[in-house]
Each structure stands twice: as structure tokens, then as C-alpha cells.
């Protein structure tokens, strides 16, 4: 069993910047894929961003695209999502997730998740 843990979150205006970071522990680390989703009032699950970690393939949103990049650190097992030029529209509560091996764009493959983080963007 995998446990995920978001931080990172918080209240920041339009155009700042904020790092994201999901801690993965049990079993090995290089093994998972972790995918970001968010999910704003009242909407369904929105994918993000994702990396297998063996390799580190990554793929994100067109809608983050430019914005968005993921990184990872392998010796502390953390997914970092730093997200740049923040928009009113990147508000919503952000899911780091984790599925064997092969990342994913579609939330229902994911059977492990973290309990989210809140992201506002607001002036």
C-alpha cells in the first residue's frame, strides 16, 4: 500500500507562484507513476499533470502547459508540481495520485490518493 501527502497549498494573487510537493511512501518509490488532478467547486476531477517516476516521462495539461512542470526527487520520494503564473482559474483543490508504473490522464486509474491541498488564486 501506498500513502501520498500534499503540501504546499495557500492564497496567493494572480501571476504568483507556488511549489506543490507529494510525499509517496511504501513501497519503492521508482515503481509508481503520480498524476496531479484538481478539482474545483461543483467539477469533476481535472488532470493535471503526470511523471513516471522510472524514466521521469511527464505529460501536462494544455491548459498548464508553459505554466506547470513537475520535477521529482528520488532520494526523498516527493513529486514537486511548481506552478507559475497562477491564474484565477487555477483555483481548486490540487490531488497528488499514485497507479504502478505507467502514468495516466484519467483519474479512475489511479486507485491511491493524497487528501488534496487547497489552491486559490485571488486579487
Known amino acids: 500500500q501506498v500513502q501520498l501527502a500534499e503540501s504546499g497549498g495557500g492564497l496567493v494573487h494572480p501571476g504568483d507562484s507556488l511549489r506543490l510537493s507529494c510525499a509517496v511512501s511504501g513501497r519503492a518509490f521508482s515503481s509508481y507513476a503520480v498524476g496531479w488532478f484538481r478539482q474545483a467547486p461543483g467539477k469533476e476531477y481535472e488532470f493535471v499533470a503526470s511523471?513516471?517516476?522510472?524514466?521521469?516521462?511527464?505529460d501536462v495539461a494544455d491548459a498548464v502547459k508553459g505554466r506547470f512542470t513537475l520535477s521529482r526527487d528520488n532520494i526523498k520520494n516527493i513529486v514537486f508540481l511548481q506552478m507559475n503564473s497562477l491564474k484565477p482559474e487555477d483555483t481548486a483543490v490540487y490531488y497528488c495520485a499514485a497507479r504502478p508504473y505507467e502514468s495516466s490522464k484519467y483519474s479512475h486509474a489511479y486507485p491511491n490518493w493524497g487528501q488534496g491541498t487547497q489552491v486559490t488564486v485571488s486579487s
Open positions: 511523471i513516471r517516476i522510472q524514466g521521469g516521462l511527464s
